[in-house]
């Protein structure tokens, strides 16, 4: 079932990107087979390791390393996301794998260059891409962007582009490759606009003073008089035109709406504006318009929102809320994904499907 159901990965388990990475190829059917250090009870809560399954290997042992061998023998992609290096020295490098294997590495600083030994986390790659420094108010510290931009964004989408990439070219040239994901690559290839609208001169350094990082009036987020928030993203002039409209502000307003130098007694104004009504009343208002204008939901009220309740966007198996898979296919069906299984549920069953008869797995299994 799905798109990916004819994709072998086996995946050394890890945190952030590159587990996101597993989860979403198994979304799509692919049989993902993580690699984990010691066996632990099944967690709902673990969204990430939906639909894999797990074999725990002792990868300091000859025994466990040569499984993990067997194992990426019979894989087409391998995902990790250790530092530069912890692969090799465990006898699980490239040079040690099969030809034909797509060898995919996540990191954030990538295989090379002078921080690529070191520690580091979202905020950190996201900080030197440049990214980072124009997100938030103009009179304030960046403000992180939870970790969706550097370890996601950047991260975990360019390791599946590059996985994915390489599965096409493996079709015309039988050979594997190595896919060297790094965040710090990924978040400037998601900049193009930015770095256009630098390059025209468009787009200041300052926080707080162009188009889409809350310096225009039109494209911002506002308090209501309930304490929630409305975002409004009126940047064409049609939809600007009914914003003003819809929310009984100036039409004069319409002539000069690209000009800076009045965007900061706006956003006072817009607020004031805002703030008269919940942002409820304001969401019936702006409901089915092109105004551009969405209420701000928390986690818990997203799923609840009739447009995400009529995609069935989200799923809840065990009543743990969680994204269904994306994205959606026209004939390839996509079923729910299974709930994240125990960690070494699968030891014997993927032993046994290497080859390993019932002494050799008890044998394997007993160091762990």
């Known amino acids: 079932m799905g798109p ?37 009870p099944a967690d709902p809560t673990d969204v990430n390791r939906r ?12 025994q466990g390393v040569e ?6 023998a019979a894989s087409d992609v391998l995902i990790e996301g250790f530092r530069p290096g912890v692969m090799e020295r465990l006898g699980l490098g490239p040079d040690d794998c099969p030809e034909r294997l797509i060898f ?12 690529a030994q070191t520690a580091g986390h979202d905020l950190n790659y996201l900080a030197i891409t440049g990214a980072l420094h124009a997100m938030g108010d103009a009179d304030r510290a960046p403000v992180p962007p939870l970790n969706l931009v550097a370890d996601y964004g950047g991260g975990t989408m ?11 070219e493996r079709g015309i040239s039988g050979k594997g490759q190595v896919v060297d994901a ?5 978040v400037p290839a998601l900049m193009g606009l930015i770095h256009g609208m630098l ?6 350094e300052r926080r707080g003073a162009n188009w889409l990082d809350g310096g225009a009036p039109f494209y911002r987020c506002y308090i209501c008089a309930c304490g929630g928030y409305l975002s409004v993203g009126a940047l064409e002039p049609q939809f600007h035109a009914l914003l003003l409209e819809k929310a009984g502000l100036p039409s004069g307003h319409q002539g000069d709406q690209n000009d800076a130098s009045v965007w900061g007694k706006r956003r006072i104004d817009y607020q004031a504006v805002f703030s008269r009504k919940t942002r409820d009343e304001w969401s019936e208002i702006f409901e089915g318009t092109d105004a551009c204008v969405a209420p701000v939901l928390t986690f818990s009220e997203a799923h609840l929102h009739p447009h995400m309740k009529a995609r069935q966007t989200f799923i809840a198996p065990n009543g743990i809320y969680q994204a269904a898979p994306a994205p959606r296919f026209s004939r390839s069906a996509v079923p729910m994904p299974n709930a994240p299984t125990a960690i070494g549920a699968d030891t014997d069953t993927v032993l046994e499907m290497l080859g390993y008869d019932a ?10």
Do not use: N
């Open 359 to 368: 002494a050799e797995r008890d044998a394997i299994a007993i160091k762990h």
């Open 158 to 168: 360019f390791l599946l582009l590059g996985i994915l990439s390489a599965v096409i």
């Open 104 to 115: 995919a590495r996540m990191t954030g600083w990538g295989q090379d260059g002078p921080l």
């Open 182 to 186: 790094a965040m710090v690559d990924g």
């Open 67 to 72: 499984a993990a061998q067997r194992l990426i």
């Open 199 to 204: 390059a025209q001169g468009t787009w200041q």
């Open 51 to 62: 639909g894999k399954r797990s074999i725990v290997l002792d990868l300091k042992s000859v």
């Open 4 to 40: 990916l159901s004819s994709l072998k990965v086996v995946e050394f388990s890890g945190l952030g990107p590159a587990p996101l990475a597993g989860q979403l190829l198994a979304d799509l059917g692919a049989d993902v087979i993580t690699v984990d250090r010691k066996a632990e």
